[in-house]
């Protein structure tokens, strides 16, 4: 069965600071999907990235980058130089291909950036 | 476009009641489905869609009903709401297979 383990319950940096959050997946599928969601403190869930499991490339996007490597099954997202507006929950997720739609969330790591 | 839309936002029950929460989508995806939300346990998934007349559980769905009669809607239904129900409800859909979901601002319910 598919599982998404977020091992960091809490994490709290000082501004400027980078900060890496872990996730740890296990599946049986050859293809799959991972994800990552951002829930600021106002409650919705915003999407950050998705990665198919045939696409290795670490990704880029401005403070945020992704390093994905199947061989330890870990999809760990950087923050770089992280800001007060970093300050949210994150989540990693899991769609398997076997499983058409369903996502399996990890537990969440909630990230604190002081001033 | 509206995309997915929940209401009530928030609610407070009493033990025993009942109440639909409700969820609309206006994008013509297939699938949708309904997570819980509770401190240290990310989303679980209670039901799901994967089109008009068609449901079946997710992980969590004892305590709650489902049913899809349009595309647009799948609401959730508590029929006797319990201390244990209280959380987060998230709707979302997608079309099926491995395009992004689309989630919903969230429902806060608390059950006292």
């Known amino acids: 069965a598919q599982k998404v383990t977020q091992a960091q319950t809490e994490i709290s940096v000082v501004e400027k600071e980078d900060v890496t959050l872990d996730c740890v997946y296990e599946t049986r599928d050859t293809t799959y999907y991972l994800f990552w969601y951002k829930q600021p403190p106002s409650g919705e869930l915003v999407f950050l990235i998705r990665?198919?499991?045939?696409?290795?490339q670490n990704e880029i996007s401005g403070r945020y980058s992704w390093n994905f490597q199947k061989s330890t099954s870990s999809f760990n997202f950087t923050i770089t130089a992280s800001q007060v507006v970093d300050s949210a929950v994150y989540f990693c997720a899991l769609r398997e291909g076997t499983s058409g739609s369903r996502l399996t969330f990890g537990e969440g790591t909630q990230l604190t950036v002081n001033p | 476009n509206a995309g997915v839309t929940q209401t009530p936002k928030f609610q407070v029950l009493k033990t025993g009641q009942s109440m639909t929460l409700q969820c609309a989508q206006d994008m013509n995806h297939e699938y949708m489905s309904w997570y819980r939300q509770d401190p240290g346990m990310g989303l679980r998934l209670i039901h799901y869609?994967?089109?008009?007349?068609?449901?079946d559980q997710g992980e969590v769905p004892n305590g709650y009903n489902v049913s899809r009669s349009t595309t647009e809607d799948f609401p959730l239904r508590l029929l006797s709401a319990a201390p244990s129900q209280t959380s987060v409800y998230f709707c979302?859909?997608?079309?099926?297979?491995?395009?992004?979901?689309?989630f919903g601002q969230g429902t806060r319910l608390t059950v006292v």
């Open positions: 990665r198919n499991s045939f696409d290795e």
């Open positions: 869609s994967v089109g008009a007349g068609i449901t």
């Open positions: 979302a859909s997608s079309y099926w297979g491995y395009r992004d979901a689309f």
